[in-house]
């Protein structure tokens, strides 16, 4: 039975955010946090094959897709809307480099869309809808064969996102780790 890591975590900061959550000179270090972690799960939870789920924006999914790539863990897309209009909402702003490495794991990844018909403009209910889809599809074999990674900066008045995720996973049963993006 395959263990499924699911990813769930910030993405970089769009230009004119209020309040800094992931800026861009973090990606390095989130990088080589998000592998280190995916590492340990590796070793210390993992008896068999693993899988890893996430999104695909710029910032935590990206590095996470990345980190699988490199150790050899299978992993998917999971994509609220179709490739190019994701690319608009949660990619683009990053610049030229993000979109060549998100265009790269879609050539290179099984993609899943959640509303093949959906634009850019949809409202924020797109979000925690797929948020819920991933971690249905996460947690098919039961919590006990899931972990969920996420990148967070702990902001417990977080409705949805992140927050909502790291919840379920562990009303289920899965194991949680908690990368703190503050902290890196």
């Known amino acids: 039975m395959s263990h499924t890591i699911l990813f769930a975590g910030h993405m970089m900061d769009k230009p004119g955010r209020a309040v800094p959550r992931f800026p861009f000179f973090k990606s390095t270090p989130a990088g080589?946090?998000?592998r280190l972690r995916l590492q340990h799960i590796l070793r210390s939870t993992v008896r068999e094959a693993a899988r890893g789920i996430a999104a695909?924006?710029?910032?935590?999914?990206?590095?996470?897709?990345?980190?699988c790539r490199d150790l050899e863990v299978s992993s998917?897309?999971?994509?609220?809307?179709?490739?190019?209009?994701?690319?608009?909402?949660?990619v683009a702003f990053g610049g030229e480099d993000w979109e060549?490495?998100?265009?790269?794991?879609?050539?290179t990844l099984p993609v899943h869309?959640?509303?093949?018909?959906?634009?850019?403009?949809?409202g924020p209910e797109i979000w925690e809808r797929a948020n819920e889809w991933m971690l249905k599809a996460a947690l098919e074999n039961g919590g006990a064969e899931m972990t969920l990674l996420a990148l967070w900066d702990g902001n417990i008045g977080e409705t949805g996102g992140t927050r909502n995720m790291i919840d379920v996973a562990r009303e289920h049963g899965a194991d949680v780790e908690i990368i703190d993006i503050k902290g890196i």
């Open 56 to 67: 695909g924006a710029c910032g935590g999914d990206i590095l996470f897709h990345e980190a």
């Open 100 to 107: 060549v490495r998100y265009f790269d794991l879609v050539r």
């Open 76 to 90: 998917e897309l999971y994509l609220a809307l179709p490739v190019n209009e994701f690319d608009k909402t949660s």
């Open 113 to 122: 869309i959640l509303f093949p018909e959906a634009k850019a403009d949809a």
């Open 32 to 34: 080589i946090a998000i």
